[in-house]
Each structure stands twice: as structure tokens, then as C-alpha cells.
């Protein structure tokens, strides 16, 4: 595995159970990328890590606090360091005892622009911890999505989710400016698919908040994705800066409101609620560290014109 400097930052107050942790790798582009570690309510129980596929990311979702920037794609054995990182100095108790342990690939960067790499991590992942859920989440940008259809025909541990947040193509082009990605209808295609191979269902992320949490919102979403094929995580947006805390419980509210409507139409339904978003950024998007770095490294033109692959 490649050295690195690991930083540990501050802990949140959600009964002190998820951290941020910070990997800087050394090379021609430094990278600085952040991962996330949760337990529920203890490690042995459940262990949760978030860790990040790119350092930077191209796509600009408007909630996200990378400031648009991208520095490069993260080797495989950089993807892999980070969980294996976490659960060798960090989680408390051997990996192969804890009740469900589950790694996302859903921190920083878009797993679709790394494939290659975040499917040899998936594949040394799941050698090294064969009880581990592996999940990889999506804004579903127009790539060859072969590579991870064939990984997760391999590994029944490979899960997807596809962050969809609207419910229609215009208003979720609000959310994620970027150009050249899946419309809904091809997400469900593709979410389709990966079903009709696996067998097993892939998720869709929507992002409840006043305005896209109406029945009529729920019945344009049930036109495309079938009940039968998709489950869905719902949550709140995860804001770029510190300004979420206040608005967390009322949005919580609403998102348990829209599950309610969900279910009535035959979906099966998660609340997602990131713990530690207000206070250590916990939230996918929320990079403040790396907001932090960029800083000081903005006037060098040559670290900020990766493009992703």
C-alpha cells in the first residue's frame, strides 16, 4: 500500500459515534481525500466507513464542498488503504467479528470516472474481508458500466446506488449541474439491469427536502422506477458548509413524511439520517478539510487540471 499521513479530526456529538479521517498520498498530484467511520451503536455491532474514490471531483454537485475542483483519480491500493486503515488502527475489535460491516464508496469523487481501480479495490476488499457489504453510490454519469456489472456478478457483497435527489430530470439538473450524465429513465435502465444480473435490488438516494416531497413527486417517481426493482434511501441534503444544524430536526420531519408515502405505494424505504454532518461534516459533500487545502494550493494551476478519466 502506498504511505500516507493519516489525521484523525474531531469527533462528533452524536454519542461520539462516527469520526473523519483525512489520507494525504504523496505523488506527482498530491492527493487529500477524506473517509468517515461510524459505529451503531458500537464497532462489534455494526461498522460503517465512507471512503473516497477520487481526490477532488469533477461533477460540482451544488451541495458538495469540494468547490468543483479535481485533482485525480486514487489508485486502487489508495482506495483500499483507507478502510483497511480504519479497521486496523481505529475499529476495536477484529473485522471478521463485527455483525455487519459495510463499506461505501460514497465520500469524494464519482465512482463512475474510476472503475477500473475501484473494482480491483472491490476485489481485494472482499478477499480481505468476505463478511463486508461493499457498496458503491452513483450520480450515474454516461460511462461503460460493464466493469462493475461483471465485479458484482462476481461478489454477491456488491451493492449500488444510483443518487437520483429529484424527480425529475430538469430539477435534478439543479442539484447536479453536470452535463453529460444518465436521465432518470436511463438510471432505471441501468438500475434494471444490474437487478436482472445480480438478482439483487440497487437503491436510488433521493434527498427529501419542502418542494420535492409532494404525492405527485412520489407518483412521477414511481413512473420510472418499479417498486418491484429499486428500493430507496431517502435523506436530507447534506449542505457544503456548517449552516445544517439547525434545519436538521424540521427536515427529518419531512423526510419521515415522504417515507410514509413512499411505503402507501409499495416501496421499500430507508431513512438515512448522517450523523455527525453538522459538526465534523459526516454528510457525503461535506469536505471541509479538503475545502481547507484547496485553499492553499488554488494558485498552483498545475494541481487542479486533472481530468477524470
Known amino acids: 500500500m502506498n504511505e500516507s499521513n493519516t489525521l484523525t479530526l474531531s469527533v462528533s456529538s452524536f454519542c461520539d459515534t462516527v ?19 461510524y459505529r451503531y451503536p458500537d464497532f462489534k455491532t455494526r461498522t460503517v466507513i465512507c471512503c473516497s474514490v477520487q481526490s477532488g471531483c469533477p461533477i460540482g454537485c451544488t451541495f458538495c464542498g469540494t468547490g468543483r475542483f479535481f485533482i485525480r483519480n486514487l ?31 460514497m465520500s469524494m469523487g464519482e465512482p463512475g470516472f474510476n472503475l477500473v481501480n475501484l473494482c480491483e479495490a472491490i476485489q481485494i476488499l472482499h478477499r480481505e474481508y468476505p463478511n463486508a457489504s461493499l457498496l458503491v453510490s452513483t450520480m450515474g454519469p454516461r ?4 466493469p462493475l ?6 461478489i454477491s457483497q456488491v451493492g449500488l446506488q444510483f443518487s437520483i435527489h ?17 436521465s432518470l429513465t436511463e438510471i432505471a435502465e441501468l438500475g434494471a439491469k444490474w437487478a436482472a444480473c445480480t ?19 412520489v407518483s412521477m417517481l414511481k413512473a420510472i422506477f418499479d417498486p418491484d426493482v429499486f428500493c430507496f434511501t431517502l435523506s436530507v441534503i447534506c449542505e457544503a458548509n456548517k449552516s445544517m444544524k439547525d434545519a436538521h430536526d424540521l427536515h427529518m420531519q419531512t423526510v419521515q413524511g415522504f417515507a410514509g408515502m413512499m411505503a402507501s405505494e409499495g416501496y421499500d424505504t430507508r431513512l438515512f439520517n448522517p450523523a455527525g454532518q453538522d459538526d465534523i461534516g459526516g454528510g457525503c459533500g461535506q469536505l471541509w478539510y479538503f475545502q481547507e487545502w484547496l485553499k492553499t494550493r488554488r494558485a498552483d494551476s498545475t494541481l487542479l487540471t486533472g481530468v477524470a478519466r
Open 75 to 105: 489508485t486502487a491500493a489508495e482506495i483500499v488503504e483507507q478502510p483497511m486503515t480504519l479497521l486496523r488502527e481505529v475499529v476495536n475489535c477484529n473485522p471478521a467479528d463485527i455483525g455487519r460491516l459495510q463499506i461505501m464508496f
Open 166 to 182: 429529484e424527480a425529475t430530470d430538469a430539477a435534478r439538473s439543479e442539484v447536479i449541474p453536470y452535463k453529460n450524465k444518465l
Open 199 to 217: 438478482g439483487r435490488k440497487p437503491f436510488c438516494n433521493y434527498c427529501v427536502k419542502p418542494g420535492n416531497d409532494t404525492e405527485e413527486h
Open 149 to 154: 456489472l461483471a465485479v458484482s456478478r462476481e
Open 19 to 37: 469520526t473523519k479521517h483525512v489520507f494525504t498520498f504523496p505523488g506527482e498530484r498530491e492527493a487529500v481525500v477524506e473517509s468517515v467511520l
Open 143 to 146: 460511462v461503460d458500466w460493464e
